[in-house]
């Protein structure tokens, strides 16, 4: 319905040089990647400017832009509470709290990845292997997420296919990451970073210029309350700049279970968690360059989800003011004040007669329409009616896809030029996150897996090779997952299943094993296992999106999507509110009944914090 295509000399141009500094960047870590260390950690001595953009730029992807900007599209603003997560705990907790542990424990114990880290923590090679065996595994599911929302922007910005598109950000990635380690990745994050951070400042301020400022801008998208779709309407949405109705024991409450337990806590939360981040502490020096890097990385955050969550919500108000005018005859009147109407779409077929638009159940499709014109006209038996014609939400036009939102508001409402722009910040965004997973992702296969089922003693020389070919095959199951499912809000469900599936398995052992010494390694694995198991349990059997999908729960309940299909609220609540806590009282319960760490080991793994603060200045 909207969108432009075909690449022009200049955009060809202006994408090489970004390719080309992007290589440049690439051959610089390749050429520095002279060690293990360098290839794993970034030789343990990365600048803070470089870890905060590196870190922002991993953790904020297409996944968040595209994906979840697509979201509020849909949801509204009440996404921007993951924003706050974001900051104060993907930042503020991660780089306060957890960063500096993780960074001198991990310098203690010759650490050089989170798995590594976890085992060498606990003197097991079982909770490495699984650790890795996790990463290996789903990883690639989030790194698909990323991919897809990359490639489906380039498709609808120049027009070409989505596979096409698909194939070229796999190729790039993979051409720096397999020969760079995280040196050239992290130098390359930094520079996609700042290109990020210049699209994103001129989308925000675009797109309040054009509904007349902020002000006018929330109060315009408020009013809009009463055209949220009816399926949106009936699960508890309640107006774009409105929290989702709240309650249980309803299907009206479903949206505030989706928004807050899925995206909210599960990505806000999960980010403590994950492997291809907290492996960033691990990369500098000392605490200093830890505490330099927290302002530079709020700022970075608060721009990178802020803007998409703000402007995929305020583009339904930019559809409803400049958007292609809609035709059709009124159903249902909304608001005669106003003039609002629920509206049956019509267009003229070959010979002039208006004819229905029909919905994908066949039936003529009804959206809300804000009404500008009317005029009379004749229907295909030629019987005369009032034709009207007008704008609606952004949800019209993408027919309810919320990963389109964001890439049709930038091809239908930004001048060209920002296209090409925007379509570096996102290739910038997609290859900053996913050359981060592919790495993390070779590390695990190679470094926690291959070496340890191998039995090859800790501090042997890496197995790079190992590491260079997981990366590659990871990136060929991460395209296969990308290529074949792409229906619904895949990108951000695909990213929440990751980050909570993270934070239940992983959390309650990393946070226990940096700040508790009574912690032991039967507890550890116990926890990590109930983490992953009740997490696996609610995706398959419970969270009906998921468990539909995988389609074994119908097996069971005679073609039921969810185990607990008629208990209301049930099927949209997300595994992490069951699987975290469990998790977490699985480590204390079997750590208080089972042997305790030997003391010179907890010596090693912990500092006594005069020495520490000591170490820091």
């Not at 830890?290 to 998409?308: S, W």
């Amino acid at each position: 319905m909207t969108g432009q295509s075909g690449l022009g000399w200049i955009d060809i141009l202006v994408i090489l040089l970004y390719l080309i500094a992007t290589g440049y960047l690439g051959w610089l870590g390749y050429r520095g990647t002279r060690s293990a260390a360098d290839f794993l950690v970034g030789g343990r001595s990365a600048h803070p400017v470089i870890m905060a953009i590196s870190y922002g730029a991993t953790f904020i992807s297409t996944a968040a832009i595209v994906g979840f900007g697509g979201v509020a599209g849909l949801f509204g603003m009440s996404l921007l509470w993951l924003t706050f997560l974001n900051i104060g705990v993907g930042i503020f907790i991660a780089f306060v709290f957890l960063g500096e542990p993780t960074r001198r424990m991990g310098h203690r114990l010759g650490a050089h990845t989170f798995g590594e880290l976890l085992g060498l923590r606990y003197q097991s090679r079982a909770v490495q292997i699984f650790a890795g065996t996790l990463v290996f595994l789903f990883m690639p599911l989030y790194s698909a997420a990323v991919m897809t929302g990359g490639s489906i922007f380039a498709a609808t910005q120049f027009g070409i296919d989505f596979e096409v598109a698909l194939l070229i950000f796999a190729l790039i990635t993979a051409a720096y990451v397999v020969p760079g380690g995280l040196k050239a990745v992290m130098y390359t994050d930094t520079l996609q970073g700042f290109v990020m951070i210049a699209a994103m400042i001129f989308l925000l301020w675009f797109t309040y210029s054009q509904l007349g400022g902020v002000g006018e801008a929330h109060r315009f998208l408020t009013d809009m309350a009463d055209m949220v779709p009816a399926k949106l309407q009936a699960i508890g949405h309640q107006g774009w700049t409105e929290m989702p109705a709240f309650g249980w024991g309803s299907n009206s409450y479903n949206l505030w279970w989706i928004v807050v337990s899925t995206i909210i806590l599960g990505v806000g939360i999960g980010v403590l968690a994950q492997p291809q981040l907290a492996v960033r502490f691990m990369t500098v020096r000392s605490r200093r360059e830890l505490d330099r890097a927290v302002p530079i990385g709020a700022v970075f955050i608060m721009l990178m989800t802020g803007t998409p969550f703000i402007v995929g919500s305020l583009s339904n108000a930019w559809f409803a003011q400049h958007g292609p005018l809609l035709n059709g005859q009124v159903e249902q009147v909304i608001d005669a004040d106003t003039d609002r109407a629920m509206v049956a779409l019509m267009r003229q077929n070959d010979v002039g007669a208006w004819t229905p638009i029909l919905g994908k159940d066949k039936k003529p499709a009804v959206v809300p329409l804000i009404i500008t014109t009317r005029e009379q006209a004749a229907d295909a038996s030629g019987q005369g009616f009032e034709l009207v014609s007008g704008r609606s939400s952004i949800i019209t036009y993408v027919k309810g896809e919320a990963d389109q939102v964001i890439p049709t508001f930038i091809s239908t409402a930004l001048p060209r030029w920002f296209g090409i722009i925007f379509f570096l910040a996102m290739l910038a965004a997609a290859m900053s996150t996913m050359s981060s997973q592919f790495h993390t992702i070779g590390t695990a296969a190679g470094r926690d897996l291959y070496e340890q089922i191998s039995r090859k003693p800790h501090g042997s020389e890496p197995s790079l090779l190992a590491m260079r070919l997981a990366v590659v095959v990871g990136l060929l199951v991460a395209v296969t997952i990308s290529y074949t499912v792409r229906e619904g809000y895949v990108i951000a469900r695909f990213t929440a299943i990751f980050f909570g599936l993270c934070a239940a398995a992983f959390m309650p052992a990393y946070i226990g094993g940096l700040f508790f010494r009574g912690v032991t390694r039967a507890g550890a694995l116990a926890s990590m296992s109930v983490g992953f198991g009740v997490s696996a349990f609610w995706l398959v059997f419970i969270k009906a999106k998921e468990a539909g999908t995988i389609g074994l729960v119908q097996l069971v309940t005679g073609g039921k999507p969810s185990l607990l299909a008629d208990a209301p609220n049930w099927p949209v609540v997300d595994p992490i509110v069951v699987a975290l806590p469990l998790s977490a009282l699985t480590l204390i319960l079997v750590s208080a009944f089972t042997r305790k760490p030997d003391e010179a080991h907890l010596a090693q793994c912990f500092t006594p914090r005069r020495r520490a603060r000591a170490t820091a200045s």
